[in-house]
């Protein structure tokens, strides 16, 4: 990572020397001190955990520097000055290396200065090449991005994750991990509004000596994937965007070296748990002002997997139709999806075909009245195994909802009131050695809120009521919130105040009910038009029915946030 630094240097101080470049600054810094407490009640009650370090401080430095037109230089510098790791190399057992401070996911440190078409990237990055290649972690490390005239040329390597050791105590037991290292590369050409062409390469591969410990549940993996995506837009708003992949998969790097699978070296070795597959995806359409149409289709093959995308279901092939458009003179925009997805298409037991549906249409009626509805329609479905005990796994889940909004206006204020009710249905069903079992979780939600907006006044109240009706298998919640809020300025507009209650009843079935209060306040003063003082406290109050049994009846707990900081403009 030197020469990336010696480079940015270099760039610098050439641009910095130029007369005729004046240098500006601009951006935001600032400091917070976050205080937390928890009481518990009565003596030996751990039913509730703390949720946060009980002090801590917070820094974030975010300039911008530029010089004449051609060089910018943002920064992101965002870090706490505790470490926060909940199962990392340093939870309050030993104090973080320079390394480890850095690439801690709790702080992010980037550089990214941009010279004509030349741009350096250092640091936390969260980068997208592609839909198959890598591009949905943050990643630590360096690289750069090139794009004289119309050629493109990308490159990054770096950490997404540290080695961390497997302790089982003191609980809760860390589970370990191993670091993980990523190389990215692309090359193709680019006319924006006109075409695309690239070749994307992506490499991950777990360090297998970065813990002295290995994790027990958590086996070391590599890949190595290719992928070509190919974009074309066409006038008039026809459209079709192509990319196709291949990628080497190793789900256990300690296993021996394969003699039926070909490695592709000297990117990986295939070892005896190495899989290879294959995976496409293309969009075709064409948009316009006011109607947009296409239709999608993606294949993911059932060893088709990458470390730069580690949530990515395999053995899948979906197909939506899409649109948009706007109508009756522009007062409705429907947004709209239909298709299907099939799951374990490698396996003719357990294929199954889901619905995929989405909605979302917003008509204004007139000036006072408007109403929106959704709708959204989604499946899940994984292979299981018996000779391993896995339960193949099998979710749909299907929500709707409605929401009217009505406004009404006179001489000193407008008044604004609005309904949301939303309907959740999920049903999961494990299926293990051919015996089915079935899960049922069914929400009903309703929130009415009412806004009133003052004309000669600085008031600005809000009320809302929340009522939540859940029936799973076995268990049946409920809960009732009521809330209101009060926004307002004063001292000639330097302080900007602004509390909020909350009061919730909950119910468990067969218990008795649960009460929550929790009150906040904000308080923030401009010392001046570019320094402000923020400050924010809010207390929660939790009292629990008789569901936890003796000798915690009524047991509670006071949990409280003090968060104070400067934040300067410059």
């Not at 910095?16 to 937390?36: D, F, N, R």
């Not at 340093?90 to 290396?97: M, S």
């Not at 890949?223 to 196709?244: C, D, L, R």
Request: net charge positive; hydrophobic share 35%; charged share 15%.
């Amino acid at each position: 990572m030197r020469i990336f630094f010696i480079i940015l240097i270099c760039i610098t101080s050439k641009v910095i020397a130029q007369k005729k470049a004046p240098v500006s600054l601009s951006g935001t810094a600032g400091i917070t001190y976050e205080g937390y407490g928890l009481n518990r009640n009565p003596t030996g009650f751990t039913g509730y955990q703390p949720r946060r370090p009980y002090n801590q401080v917070r820094f974030n430095f975010n300039p911008i520097i530029k010089a004449g037109k051609n060089f910018n230089l943002p920064i992101n510098i965002n870090f706490a000055a505790l470490p926060t790791n909940f199962a990392g190399p340093y939870t309050g057992i030993k104090k973080p290396t320079f390394g480890q401070f850095i690439t801690n996911p709790s702080n992010s440190f980037g550089l990214n200065p941009t010279y004509k078409w030349a741009e350096l990237q250092l640091g936390t990055q969260y980068l997208k090449y592609s839909d198959l290649s890598t591009g949905d972690i943050a990643i630590f490390g360096a690289g750069f991005v090139l794009k004289p005239g119309d050629f493109r040329i990308k490159f990054f390597t770096g950490k997404s994750q540290q080695g961390i050791d497997y302790a089982p105590t003191p609980l809760p037991a860390v589970q370990g991990a191993f670091k993980r290292t990523h190389y990215m590369f692309s090359i193709g050409k680019e006319k924006e509004g006109n075409y695309l062409v690239a070749f994307n390469f992506a490499k991950g591969k777990d360090d297998i000596a970065s813990v002295a410990t290995p994790p027990l549940t958590i086996l070391p993996q590599e890949s190595f994937a290719v992928s070509m995506q190919v974009n074309k837009f066409f006038k008039k708003g026809f459209y079709i965007t192509t990319e196709i992949a291949d990628a080497i998969f190793t789900k256990n790097e300690n296993d021996a070296a394969s003699v039926t699978i070909k490695s592709f070296k000297p990117f990986i070795e295939a070892k005896n748990s190495t899989v290879q597959d294959a995976a496409a995806q293309i969009s075709l359409g064409k948009k316009s002002k006011d109607l947009d149409v296409g239709l999608t289709a993606k294949y993911i093959g059932a060893g088709f997997q990458v470390t730069g995308y580690p949530y990515l279901q395999p053995d899948k092939f979906d197909y939506t139709v899409n649109t948009r458009f706007n109508a009756f003179k522009k007062s409705t925009n429907v947004v709209a999806s239909i298709g299907q997805r099939v799951n374990n298409i490698s396996n003719t037991t357990t294929k199954a075909k889901q619905f995929i549906g989405n909605l979302n249409w917003f008509t204004q009626v007139n000036d006072k009245f408007s109403f929106n509805i959704n709708f959204n329609n989604f499946g899940f479905n994984s292979n299981g195994s018996t000779t391993l005990g896995i339960p193949s796994i099998k979710n749909v889940s299907t929500d709707a909802g409605f929401t009217p909004t009505y406004t009404w206006v006179n001489t000193s204020m407008s008044n604004t009131i609005s309904l949301n009710y939303n309907y959740s249905n999920y049903k999961e069903t494990y299926i293990l050695a051919g015996v089915p079992t079935t899960q049922l979780n069914n929400t009903h939600t309703a929130l009415l809120s009412y806004i009133p907006v003052y004309f000669n006044k600085t008031l600005s109240p809000d009320f809302s009521a929340l009522y939540f009706y859940n029936t799973a298998t076995a268990v049946k919640i409920m809960f009732t919130t009521l809330s209101a809020g009060l926004a307002m300025p004063v001292a000639k507009n330097k302080i900007k105040l602004r509390g909020q209650l909350q009061y919730t009843l909950g119910k468990l079935s067969g218990f008795s009910a649960d009460n929550n209060f929790i009150a906040s306040a904000n308080v923030d003063y401009a010392i001046n038009k570019k320094l402000t003082w923020a400050n924010y406290l809010t207390t929660n109050y939790y009292k629990y029915g008789n569901q936890l049994g003796n000798p915690f009846i009524g047991a509670n707990y006071l949990e409280s946030t003090l968060r104070t900081g400067l934040q300067v403009k410059f």
